[in-house]
């Protein structure tokens, strides 16, 4: 665990995520997989910085299986943006910070759409 994330096991894992209003950023990783570890140290950073915005869990699936087999989870890593039980977004393989912050924002503040812009509705 880092300092600005949050360890999840099949245990802990509904207590934590579903203990709090605050959407989470689960990240499926395993210790051989090298995308799994080049993106670690920039999810850090994403936990540091949404601090009150949002929680980023990691998921050791050398260790777990159960919620990793009910999510579907086939490939490392995987990243599954969620609000309480519900998926958001999923997103698989490491990317650069910018592209996982654009995608974060895009799932937890879509902009409205054409119409809704147009006529004011939200």
């Known amino acids: 665990m880092g300092k600005f994330t949050i ?3 099949d245990a802990s894992f509904d207590n934590v995520l579903f203990g709090s209003e605050v959407p989470a950023l689960v990240d499926f990783w395993a210790s051989w997989c090298g995308p799994c570890k080049a993106v670690a140290p920039i999810l850090e950073q994403i936990a540091e910085a949404r601090q009150g915005e949002l ?3 990691k ?3 050398e260790q777990n299986r159960r919620v990793m087999e009910a999510l579907g ?3 490392l ?3 599954v943006l969620m609000r309480g039980q519900k998926v958001e977004a999923i997103h698989v393989g490491a990317a650069p910070r910018g592209k996982l912050d654009a995608w974060i924002d895009a799932t937890l503040h879509p902009k ?3 119409l809704a812009r147009l006529f004011g509705k939200s």
């Open 112 to 114: 409205p759409g054409l």
């Open 73 to 75: 989870v086939r490939s």
């Open 59 to 61: 998921y050791n699936t």
């Open 55 to 57: 929680r980023v869990l």
């Open 77 to 79: 890593p995987t990243l």
């Open 7 to 9: 360890d999840v096991t």
